[in-house]
């Protein structure tokens, strides 16, 4: 009973420096998001995906990029990290009537 | 674009009193799911409840409730009896059929004090 995966769960990253985030779901769930949560706004929405070879914008897309080449994996990457990325992340996939978090990547840019 | 709207930042309530949190969001559609989450400290984020838009009854889980006002584009959380393992953030969540998008708004703190 995995559920929805993250991983790394904690990392450190040097201005300029590239990470991916990979978050894996075993429901079969159609639906992925990827979130940063900060304090005082919430979680904000930066891509998602309504399935297999497709991706979207959220309302934060601003230097990152996505990927979901199959429908278990939803990869989040930072080409060049800054400070105002750092945040804890989220992945989630849902089916409608629920939504399944991972939890969480706490992602620190210096 | 839509938007969840949670205008009660912190809030803190005795144990065993009743507490109500708001939301209200703003969309043209009417295929959506609107829903409440909670997230302790653990940082995990659990299910507290969930209505169907074209539902017209108020859903209900054990202590918690809601009052969906769809004209209003209202939908708030009761929390009754409240207990000390509700102490969490509280996020409501907004999901539109169609583009599947998954929209929250920025919580709000609910401590339970003993």
């Known amino acids: 009973n995995a559920g929805v995966t993250q991983t790394p769960k904690f990392r450190v990253l040097k201005t300029g420096q590239s990470m991916t985030l990979l978050c894996a779901q075993d429901?079969?769930?159609?639906?992925m998001y990827w979130y940063r949560q900060d304090p005082g706004m919430g979680l904000r929405l930066i891509h998602y995906?309504?399935?297999?070879?497709?991706?979207a914008k959220g309302e934060v897309p601003d230097g990152y990029n996505v990927s979901r080449l199959k429908k278990q994996n939803f990869l989040l990457g930072l080409e060049s990290a800054a400070p105002s990325q750092t945040s804890v992340y989220f992945c989630a996939s849902s089916y409608f009537t629920e939504a399944f978090f991972g939890q969480g990547t706490r992602l620190t840019v210096v | 674009a839509q938007t969840v709207t949670q205008s009660q930042p912190e809030m803190s309530v005795q144990e065993a009193e009743t507490v109500t949190l708001s939301c209200t969001y703003d969309?043209?559609?009417?295929?959506?799911?609107l829903f409440w989450y909670k997230q302790p400290p653990s940082r995990q984020m659990i299910l507290v409840i969930r209505q169907e838009a074209y539902k017209q009854q108020n859903a209900t889980e054990n202590r918690f409730s809601v009052n969906f006002q769809k004209a209003a584009k209202s939908f708030s959380l009761k929390i009754s009896d409240s207990q000390l393992g509700d102490t969490a953030m509280y996020f409501c969540?907004?999901?539109?059929?169609?583009?599947?998008?998954?929209?929250f708004g920025k919580g709000m703190k609910l401590t339970v004090n003993p």
């Open positions: 995906s309504v399935g297999e070879g497709t991706t």
């Open positions: 969540a907004f999901h539109q059929g169609g583009s599947e998008k998954l929209v």
């Open positions: 969309t043209s559609e009417n295929n959506y799911y």
């Open positions: 429901m079969n769930h159609e639906y």
